[in-house]
């Protein structure tokens, strides 16, 4: 590889690093192009992609970013997998393939500049996804608003059964 064939890698993969909210560092040693290309495919249905490239210029490129913890895991054949979008959904796609296939072994990985082990990796993929986060929170935001309008409604509607109770009573005798 020529020295300007290297700078533009570099230059990719730092462009790479700028705009992932996640990067997971994986061995991939045995794995075939079918099964590599399988696992591209699934991961662009969860925006992320997956690279090669050699160690050293991976090491220049994320000197100076979130992802430099990724420094100590550089040796042997590595790939990157990139996540642009929700790194849980990255994080469950990733740890899967990793079972299901013995030849591909998760390292580990940073999100939002931390860096998670591949214990990590594994318990973000285990967590539902933001969306049911979101949706799980608002239940939880809008509960005590629920039970407010409960409480101050109770009264007002006991208070009308006795009446009407009492309406029924009175036309019977």
Not at 4 to 23: G, H, I, M, N, P
Not at 49 to 73: D, F, H, W
Request: charged share 20%.
């Amino acid at each position: 590889m020529e020295r300007r064939e290297k700078e533009q890698t570099v230059a990719e993969l730092q462009q790479c690093f700028a705009t992932a909210t996640a990067a997971v560092l994986a061995e991939y040693k045995g794995l075939t192009v079918a099964e590599l290309s399988a696992l591209r495919r699934e991961l662009r249905e969860v925006a992320g992609e997956y690279r090669v490239a050699k160690n050293t210029l991976v090491e220049l490129a994320i000197e100076g970013t979130p992802y430099l913890s990724l420094k100590t895991l550089l040796t042997g054949q590595n790939g990157l997998v990139f996540g642009y979008g929700d790194a849980i959904g990255l994080a469950k796609v990733v740890t899967r393939y990793a079972r299901e296939h013995n030849k591909f072994t998760l390292k580990g990985g940073v999100t939002d500049g931390q860096f998670l082990a591949a214990a990590g990796m594994e318990a973000i993929a285990i967590l539902p996804s933001r969306e049911i986060l979101r949706a799980q929170l608002l239940g939880m935001l809008s509960r005590p608003a629920t039970q407010f309008v409960s409480l101050l409604t109770t009264p007002a509607a006991q208070f009308a059964r006795i009446l009407d109770a009492r309406r029924t009573q009175l036309s019977t005798t």
